[in-house]
C-alpha cells in the first residue's frame, strides 16, 4: 500500500500539486485520472523519486519514502517497476537485453539463470520467442508488452504505469489493461496507473483518485463513477453528449426503471423512452 499525505511540489511559483492526500491499495490497479496538465505524471514522478517534493509524506507500506536513508531508499527503487510511456526501451538492444537489463544492474545472479527470468516474463507476457528481435521490429503493442516485462522482472511490489494505452488500438489497449490487472492480481503488486482512457476506467478501476489542477476532486471505484453526481467529474469523464446519455441509460436499468433486455431497435424508432416515471 502506498498513503499520500499532503503532498505538495511546485515547480518555481507554478503550484502543481497542491496537497494531495490518496491510498493506494495492495494488489488493486489503482488508477489516477484527470484532465491533461493536472499533475498525474508529476505525481508518479514524486512517488517513484524521480522529482522530489516539496513538503508532505509519501509512505510505502508504512515507511516515509522522503525521510527514510539513502540505503533503503536504494532498496525499495528496487521493488518499483516502471512502464513508462512510450515504453522507453533502449533501441540499440535485443528484447532480451531489455528485459535483462535491471536483472544486470541489481542482481549477481547467473547469465543462465537470468535467462531464465527473462524467459519466464516474456512468456507470461505472450511474447514468447521474440528475445533476438529489436524495438524497431516489432509493433506498439509489443513493445509495450516488452516494456510490462522490463517492469516486473524484478518481481516489484509496486509497480508504476504512465498512460500504458497511449497509441494503441482500443482493442489492444483492453488487451494491456487485462494484463496488467492480471499481474497485479498474481503478485499481490500495488500497481498505478495513469490514464486518460475511459475504457480503462470502466473496466479495472478498483480504486480511482481524479485529480483537477493538482488536488484530488474525487475518489472511489469504477461502479461508483457510473452513479456519481459529481458535477466535474461527470463533466470530465462523460464529456460527450452520447456518453452523457449511456450513464443514465445505465442509471435507468440499474433502478429497474428500464429492462437490460430493451429492444433498441424499437426505441429509437419510437424516438423516447417509457421510463415509467410520471405513472400514478
Ligand atoms: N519539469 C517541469 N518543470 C516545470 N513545469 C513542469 C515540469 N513538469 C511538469 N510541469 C508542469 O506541471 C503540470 C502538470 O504536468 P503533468 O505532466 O503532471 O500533467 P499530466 O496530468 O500528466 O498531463 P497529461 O495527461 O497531458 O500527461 C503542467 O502544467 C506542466 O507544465
Ligand atoms: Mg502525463
Keep these: 500500500m502506498i498513503e499520500l499525505r499532503n503532498v505538495i511540489k511546485s515547480f518555481g ?14 494488489g488493486k490497479t489503482n488508477l489516477i485520472i484527470g484532465a491533461s496538465g493536472s499533475g498525474k505524471t508529476v505525481l508518479q514522478k514524486c512517488m517513484v523519486g524521480l522529482l522530489k517534493i516539496d513538503s508532505g509524506e509519501i509512505l510505502f507500506s ?24 512510450g515504453s522507453a526501451l533502449f533501441d540499440s538492444m535485443t528484447v532480451e537485453q531489455n528485459v535483462m537489463f535491471p536483472l544486470d544492474m541489481f542482481t549477481k545472479w547467473t547469465r543462465g539463470e537470468k535467462l531464465e527470468r527473462v524467459n519466464f516474463v516474456l512468456e507470461r507476457v505472450d511474447l514468447k520467442g521474440v528475445n533476438a528481435k529489436r524495438p524497431d521490429e516489432i509493433s506498439g503493442g509489443m513493445k509495450k508488452r516488452v516494456g510490462i516485462a522490463r517492469a516486473i522482472v524484478l518481481k516489484p511490489k509496486y509497480l508504476f504505469c504512465d498512460e500504458p494505452n497511449s497509441g494503441l488500438d482500443p482493442r489492444t489497449s483492453m488487451l494491456i489493461d487485462k494484463l496488467i490487472h492480471e499481474i497485479t492480481k498474481e503478485n499481490d503488486i500495488t500497481t498505478i496507473i495513469n490514464t486518460h482512457d475511459m475504457n480503462s476506467v470502466m473496466e479495472i478501476g478498483e480504486n480511482i483518485l481524479y485529480l483537477d489542477q493538482g488536488k484530488e476532486e474525487w475518489k472511489g471505484t469504477n461502479k461508483e463513477i457510473i452513479f456519481s453526481k459529481h458535477e466535474k467529474l461527470n463533466d470530465f469523464i462523460f464529456a460527450s453528449e452520447f456518453l452523457k446519455d449511456a450513464k443514465d441509460m445505465r442509471a435507468l436499468e440499474e433502478r429497474g426503471i428500464i429492462d437490460n433486455d430493451r429492444n433498441m431497435d424499437k426505441i429509437l424508432k419510437e424516438g423516447s423512452i417509457d421510463t415509467g416515471e410520471g405513472k400514478e
Excluded: P
Design 13 to 26: 511559483d507554478k503550484a502543481v500539486l497542491k496537497g494531495v492526500n490518496a491510498r493506494f491499495d495492495k
Design 62 to 85: 508504512g515507511t516515509d519514502f522522503v525521510t527514510m536513508s539513502g540505503e533503503d531508499r536504494k532498496l525499495l527503487r528496487q521493488q518499483i517497476g516502471m512502464l513508462f510511456q
